[in-house]
């Protein structure tokens, strides 16, 4: 069984050991209400309820029930960055769904995760703290336990969390650094598709131009940067195609697919604080090859 251990500062001297947990960890409710019923916390190895007040120095021990998803483990290659006992960092490929669907049980990250657990001889449930679309590639963080998902969203949604895309765009974007900030929705429950539109989500994506393409085969292209300051379903890929700046590749919001076959997007970087270690962490995944070489394409052809 898993466990976290918290050691009690001064400044938390007079504190009970509930309200220590509550300041330190992002465990539900519906957990919290599991460790007073099933006597999942210690004091200093010692079983203790949470009405206790530890003194500075003391030990505050809390045990993760083992749990485990349900996904059939399949052979889906994982290219894994980063790892210890409470997240993976995945740099997925393009092609390759992230969670189970209706329309996708099967061929998932999440099956191939359940493959690496059992190859390593690790149980957890799978939980992603953040997706990407099919045919988006980078990085995607797995969360080993309820309480490394929860802080983790609670960093998102206080947009403490910086995410970075790379993304190759058709035409010559002019400006080397701006933002858009415009809502976006989807006009229909039956398409996938999302719009500018007033009655959206409010969406910030800061965009700074990385290179600049004048190809005589292809036409001009962009290789872009952006920060997402929101996180809405396909907000770049809707951001930067409203602006008349199609991501290349990206067929459902009218891109060409000469220079490459998918939307040539890619999420490089991210920066969080650890969710239980509390280290600010920071990691980048390289271009993919079919990204690289359509920008080696349009070098070569300048």
Same mark, same amino acid.
């Given at each position: 069984m898993a466990k976290y251990e918290h050691i009690v500062t001064e400044d938390e001297t007079g504190l009970t050991i509930n309200q220590i947990l509550r300041q330190n960890y992002k465990f539900s409710s519906r957990f919290r209400t599991k460790m007073k019923y099933q006597s999942l916390v210690d004091l200093n190895g010692s079983p203790a309820p949470g009405y206790i007040r530890p003194e500075a120095g003391d030990v505050i021990g809390v045990r993760l029930p083992e749990e485990t998803s349900d996904f059939p483990p399949e052979d889906i290659p994982l290219d894994i960055i980063y790892e210890d006992d409470d997240l993976i960092l995945i740099n997925k490929q393009p092609g390759v769904i992230v969670h189970p669907t209706k329309g996708h049980p099967h061929h998932t990250i999440a099956n191939g995760v359940m493959k690496y657990m059992e190859e390593t001889g690790q149980v957890f449930k799978?939980?992603?703290?953040?997706?990407?679309?099919?045919?988006?590639?980078?990085?995607?963080? =797995?969360? &080993?336990?309820?309480? @490394?998902?929860?802080?983790?969203?609670?960093?998102?949604? #206080?947009? *403490? =969390?910086? &995410?970075?895309?790379? @993304?190759?765009?058709?035409?010559?974007?002019?400006?080397? #650094?701006? *933002?858009?900030?415009?809502?976006?929705?989807?006009?229909?429950q039956e398409s996938i598709r999302r719009i500018v539109m007033d009655?959206?989500?409010?969406?910030?994506?800061?965009?700074?131009?990385?290179e600049r393409f004048c190809s005589e085969e292809y036409g001009p292209h962009t290789l872009v940067e952006v920060t997402l300051h929101t996180g809405r379903t396909h907000q770049i890929r809707v951001h930067l195609s409203h602006i008349g700046h199609i991501i290349a590749g990206d067929e459902l919001y009218g891109g060409s697919t000469e220079l490459i076959?998918?939307?040539?997007?890619?999420?490089?970087?991210?920066?969080?604080?650890?969710?239980?270690?509390?280290?600010?962490m920071s990691f980048d995944a390289g271009l993919p090859d079919d990204i690289l070489q359509a920008v080696a394409a349009l070098r070569s052809d300048e």
């Open positions: 799978v939980r992603f703290a953040n997706r990407i679309d099919m045919d988006t590639t980078g990085i995607i963080i =797995v969360a &080993k336990n309820a309480n @490394a998902q929860n802080d983790l969203a609670d960093q998102m949604r #206080h947009s *403490t =969390v910086i &995410k970075k895309y790379i @993304a190759l765009v058709q035409g010559n974007v002019t400006e080397d #650094h701006f *933002t858009i900030d415009l809502p976006v929705g989807r006009p229909s009655e959206g989500k409010n969406a910030l994506s800061e965009v700074r131009v990385l076959a998918r939307q040539a997007l890619h999420a490089y970087h991210i920066e969080f604080t650890h969710p239980a270690t509390r280290e600010y």
